[in-house]
Nanobody
Framework: QVQLVESGGGLVQPGGSLRLSCVASRSRFSFDAMGWYRQAPGKQRELVATATSGGRTNYADSVKGRFTISRDNAQNTVYLQMNSLKPEDTAVYYC???????????????WGQGTQVTISS
């Protein structure tokens, strides 16, 4: 059974940095994609950044140039380096790992419990 555990959230001032980590337990295989989503109060969960097993990355427009996603060599951990943080980045950040299950692109998704990131003066 796969479990994802996020860490690294906290409270920082605008312009500061944080690095989030997500570790996948019982990962007997590499995930096709791992990434980060976030959800602020009163808003829907939105994509922040994703990384495929082949190294392809994708970022939300709001974080391009500020956030960097990376995966470790074992592909069981994904990181999100967040720089130049803004108050609007405040949200609960969730890790997601996906396994492709067929050629049509259907996937099996696993979610972490979330870690709070607060940007405030």
């Amino acid at each position: 059974q796969v479990q994802l555990v996020e860490s690294g959230g906290g409270l920082v001032q605008p312009g500061g940095s944080l690095r989030l980590s997500c570790v996948a337990s019982r990962s007997r295989f590499s995930f096709d994609a791992m990434g980060w989503y976030r959800q602020a109060p009163g808003k829907q969960r939105e994509l922040v950044a994703t990384a495929t097993s082949g190294g392809r990355t994708n970022y939300a427009d709001s974080v391009k140039g500020r956030f960097t996603i990376s995966r470790d060599n074992a592909q069981n951990t994904v990181y999100l380096q967040m720089n130049s943080l803004k108050p609007e980045d405040t949200a609960v950040y969730y890790c997601k790992a996906s396994l492709q299950v067929n050629v049509e692109g259907a996937s099996r998704d696993y979610w972490g419990q979330g870690t709070q990131v607060t940007i405030s003066s």
